[in-house]
Nanobody
Framework: QVQLVESGGGLVQAGGSLRLSCAAS????????MAWFRQAPGKEREFVAG????????YYADSVKGRFTISRDNAKNTVYLQMNSLKPEDTAVHYC????????????????WGQGTQVTVFS
C-alpha cells in the first residue's frame, strides 16, 4: 500500500506560479500511475494531470494544458505539478492519487489519495 502527502499549495496572485509535490511512502511507487485532481467549492472533482508508471505517457486537462507540467522522480518517490500562469479559476484543493500502472481520468480505481493542498489564486 502507498501513502501520499501533498505540499506546496498556497496563496498566489494571478499569473504567478506554484509547484506542488506529492511524496509517497510504501512499496512499489514506480509501479503506480500518478495523477493530480482538484475540487473547488461547490464543484465536482476534476482531473488535472496524470503520468503513467514509467513517465512515458502524460495527460492534461484542456483547462491546464500549456500552463501545468506533471513530472515524477521514482528515485525520490515523488510526483510534482508545476503550475504556471495561474488563474483565479485554478483555485481549489488539489489532490494527488496513485493507481496501478495507468491513468484514469474519472478517478476510478485509485488505490491511494493524499489529504489535499489548497491553492488559492487572487486577481
Amino acid at each position: 500500500q502507498v501513502q501520499l502527502v501533498e505540499s506546496g499549495g498556497g496563496l498566489v496572485q494571478a499569473g504567478g506560479s506554484l509547484r506542488l509535490s506529492c511524496a509517497a511512502s510504501g512499496r512499489s511507487f514506480s509501479t503506480y500511475a500518478m495523477a493530480w485532481f482538484r475540487q473547488a467549492p461547490g464543484k465536482e472533482r476534476e482531473f488535472v494531470a496524470g503520468i503513467n508508471w514509467s513517465g512515458a505517457n502524460i495527460y492534461y486537462a484542456d483547462s491546464v494544458k500549456g500552463r501545468f507540467t506533471i513530472s515524477r522522480d521514482n528515485a525520490k518517490n515523488t510526483v510534482y505539478l508545476q503550475m504556471n500562469s495561474l488563474k483565479p479559476e485554478d483555485t481549489a484543493v488539489h489532490y494527488c492519487a496513485a493507481r496501478p500502472l495507468s491513468v484514469d481520468w474519472s478517478g476510478n480505481e485509485y488505490r491511494a489519495w493524499g489529504q489535499g493542498t489548497q491553492v488559492t489564486v487572487f486577481s
